[in-house]
């Protein structure tokens, strides 16, 4: 995976993420894969100081973040490029992919 990818609505022109066969504003079942900006604001975030998974024991602690994209699909990811204490809601982040994973960096 090189780029992100989302739902839009053929009808209404909503964007939806997860995919669903349904739009959740209008009903409709129509939907093409669209390229998003890639652009957002952390809404949300918190640090684990666990590795759940032995390959993540080296990043603990990290951040995961809850970012609405401007086309208004919420995503939860790792932030990169801040350190873990400087991540704040209301930062402006955008999409990148590293290690085949959408994160996000500061826009």
Do not use: I, N
């Not at 993540?56 to 973040?65: D, G, I, L, N, S």
């Amino acid at each position: 995976m090189k780029e992100l990818r989302v739902q839009r609505c053929t009808a209404c022109g909503t964007h939806r993420f997860p995919a669903t066969r349904y739009c959740a504003k209008c009903r409709s079942e129509g939907a093409e894969w669209v390229t998003p900006s890639g652009l957002g604001t952390v809404e949300a975030h918190c640090s684990f100081h666990k590795a759940y998974w032995p390959e993540w024991a080296a990043k603990v602690p990290y951040a995961v973040v809850q970012v609405k994209l401007d086309e208004g699909v919420r995503l939860f990811s790792s932030l990169v490029g801040v350190p873990r204490e400087r991540t704040r809601s209301g930062m402006r982040v955008k999409a990148c992919v590293e290690e085949g994973l959408v994160k996000f960096k500061p826009a």
